[in-house]
């Protein structure tokens, strides 16, 4: 484990985990047009069904993000560790600030925050640096402040609300980076991939990413005909889901056509 800039002699911080492999490029290309919900309902079927973090809601409704997750984690204070007196002058050599001076373009920046009421995690200055460096999202288990600077900026964010603390103000402490989270009782490991939009935000396992895409771009296909089929009058159980006969439809007509929907 990294160990620099400690902040504490009972236990180093900030903590860094090992390094990772962030999600293959083409794979998050690809699954750009799949909603959450499609992934999640896809994922369920392989046999992964905790998936969908809960708590964090889009904070500006049509937002959307799909990337590969870069991870953070927060833990209570306690004062012979971690605590928040001296505001940013401790935050600035934690795991808040260490983990974004490694955010690539696309990145979607993980948060555990335990769902605390009290807890900001991210203000207008963090965001505004966190989008230079390219970040695409961010999906945090707590909350943010700053949220009308924090709005213009366009990055697409999904949190549990705002608070007017700051990070370390009253109950939790960044900690660590790299690592495991758990976010909204959903496990995320750096390198999964995220699906967020106004449903949420879906956690994708990296060894599930290329076997959910195949599955998935199928099923965006028929959906598309589907919906084509029951605004031209067709019965809802003839082609939602798709019956044998209308799969055969469907197949027909995708064989057909030129050029399927861009992914």
Known sequence: METENSTSTVWPLPVRGEPFTRADADIIARMHPISAATACAKLHGMGVTRTAIRGPVALETGSRVVGSALTLQFMPQREDVASGLGQEYVERDTALWAVLETVQPGD????????????????????????????????????????????????????????????????????????PVAAGGVLCLPGDVVVADDDGAVIVPAGKALELVQDAEDHEDWESFSRMRLEQGARLSDYYPLSPNSRAEYEQWRDSQVELPAR
């Open 108 to 179: 979607v920046l993980v948060v555990q925050a335990w769902g605390s009421p009290f807890t900001g995690c991210f203000g207008d200055m963090l965001v505004r640096y966190f989008k230079r460096r390219g970040g695409a999202g961010i999906v945090v288990d707590g909350r943010i402040r700053d949220a009308a600077r924090v709005r213009q900026l366009g990055v697409p964010i999904w949190c549990t609300g705002t608070t007017p603390h700051y990070a370390s103000q009253t109950e939790l402490f960044p900690w660590a980076y790299d690592v």
